[in-house]
């Protein structure tokens, strides 16, 4: 994402003049939302949206696929398994290169799959490959572009979700109550603004967590494993599952997380979390404070560092 200032004139200026243009891959609708109430005009490269906002002035385009590209449906979105790729390339170190076949292997998805994502990354120039044939790499161009391709195209809402009351102190004392899933559940990871906020510490409590649980589970028996009870009112954790437990998929376990740049409370020790570009798909679609959180993880996982709290 590129912010320019321009003059009056539409020239670009130096870093104290005009009004700001992001020239960007693509934004989210949540995104749109902001910098249309902010006043800040942007282009989008891969949708050809334009909007263009000035003194008498207000140019407002919707970008729309060619006739040609109508007549086709898009394949390989970014959603479901696709996006397990998406998850798995914003992973890498900056400038990694990566073949076809490890990156499905990480990935978890066919290299079929991976073949066509990767196709159409490299279309719109998210990707670039190097070389060819057997011995070709592939290589991340714009991390930017393809973390917001993914939050336009993700699902952002789990399709199946219940409120848990949990008897607690405090989110904190709730936090450290999780890891009782271990033997209850299997898989699980803490998610949400709540994952967000440990990856780039932003908030000064921790929000009420969220919690991904394998499906295989019902919620009456997670919420017995943490002591607490499924309400319809007044919940204090909520558990998310899904078909093919997707967001599990690249979860970590605390002392990984923590030198992928959570924060370092001691407390904490157990605590399972979903990845960092999930965290801020998850976080993006939150309420409240929850896009704060989701603005300084963003900038954590494309500067490759995340701030750390003692």
């Known amino acids: 994402m590129e912010m320019i200032r321009l003059s009056r004139s539409g020239t670009r200026k130096g870093p104290c003049a005009g009004r700001i243009l992001i020239t960007t891959g693509q934004l989210s609708e949540p995104m749109r939302e902001r910098l249309r109430e902010a006043g800040i005009s942007w282009i989008e490269r891969l949708s050809g ?3 263009l906002i000035g003194p008498g002035l207000l140019v407002d385009i919707t970008g729309k696929a060619s006739d040609d590209r109508a007549r086709k449906p898009v394949r390989a979105r970014l959603r479901d398994k696709s996006g397990l790729l998406a ?13 076809l076949v490890e990156i499905a292997r990480q990935a978890g998805i066919s290299p079929a799959l991976s073949s066509r994502i990767l196709q159409r990354l490299s279309h719109l120039k998210v ?33 199946s979700s219940a409120g848990l009351y949990v ?40 929000p009420d967590p969220v919690v991904w649980v394998t499906r295989r589970i019902p919620a009456g028996k997670i919420a017995g494993a943490l002591g607490g ?10 558990i998310w599952q899904s078909e093919g437990d997707i967001a599990l998929r690249h979860s970590k376990g605390w002392s990984a997380a ?25 976080a993006m679609a939150g309420t409240g404070r929850s896009v704060e959180v989701a603005r300084n993880l963003r900038q954590a996982i494309l500067s490759g560092n995340t701030s750390k709290r003692p």
């Open 258 to 282: 923590f030198a992928a740049g959570a924060s370092g409370d001691a407390r904490f020790t157990g605590l399972r979390l979903i990845s960092k570009p999930r965290a801020y798909l998850e």
């Open 229 to 238: 009870e499924i309400v319809d009112k007044g919940a204090n954790l909520q």
């Open 49 to 51: 949206t334009c909007r």
């Open 87 to 99: 998850e798995t390339l914003l992973g890498l170190e900056p400038d990694e290169r990566f073949s």
């Open 127 to 159: 990707i670039r490959r190097t070389g060819a044939g057997p011995v070709g790499y592939w290589q991340v161009a714009d991390p930017g572009a393809l973390l917001d391709l993914w939050c336009a195209e993700e699902r952002s809402q789990p399709p």
């Open 167 to 206: 008897w607690s102190r405090s989110a904190a004392e709730l936090y450290e109550k999780l890891p009782k899933l271990d033997q209850a559940a299997g898989d699980w990871a803490l998610g949400g603004t709540g994952a967000a906020n440990l990856y780039a510490p932003t908030l000064t409590t921790y």
